[in-house]
């Protein structure tokens, strides 16, 4: 038996907040998605994004509660050009969400940015540099 990747699960204080922050990078929330306890986003390949908000975390596990501190895990959304990223970058800050990062080219060779979705999770656009 071998277990193969199907999801990547994030706990959400406010599911209106963070349906329409993934909706705007592209993930295909179904209609009232926002105002559901439990919602799922599949993506291209068959992966899924699935959003919980605290209250059904606490429905089943009690004693959680949300991490204090900085994140420790971040989504990374691949771009088609540079220019898509700091576009990208430009819609989401311009839509109040915080921008971690600005775009700037890395020395790894990537146009690279970071904002955070309504929960401090860190969301890393990036694309190939012309010529690299």
């Known amino acids: 038996m071998t277990p193969r990747f199907d999801a990547v699960g994030l706990v959400v204080s406010d599911m209106a907040a963070a349906v329409t922050f993934y909706r705007r990078l592209g993930f295909a929330f179904p209609d009232g998605a926002e105002e559901q306890p ?3 986003a599949v993506l291209p390949g068959g992966t899924r994004l699935l959003l919980d908000t605290e209250e059904t975390v606490r ?3 009690p004693g959680w509660s949300p991490p204090a501190g900085g994140g420790r895990a971040s989504l990374a959304l691949a771009c088609e050009t540079p220019e898509e990223v700091d576009a990208v970058y430009a819609v989401l800050t311009g839509a109040g969400c915080h921008g971690e990062l ?3 080219d890395a020395f790894w060779g990537q146009r690279y940015a970071v904002v955070h979705d309504p929960d401090g ?3 890393d656009l990036f694309a190939p540099l012309a010529g690299e």
Do not use: C, R, T
């Open 121 to 123: 999770n860190g969301v």
């Open 102 to 104: 600005k775009p700037w």
């Open 59 to 61: 429905s089943f596990h």
């Open 38 to 40: 439990h919602a799922e």
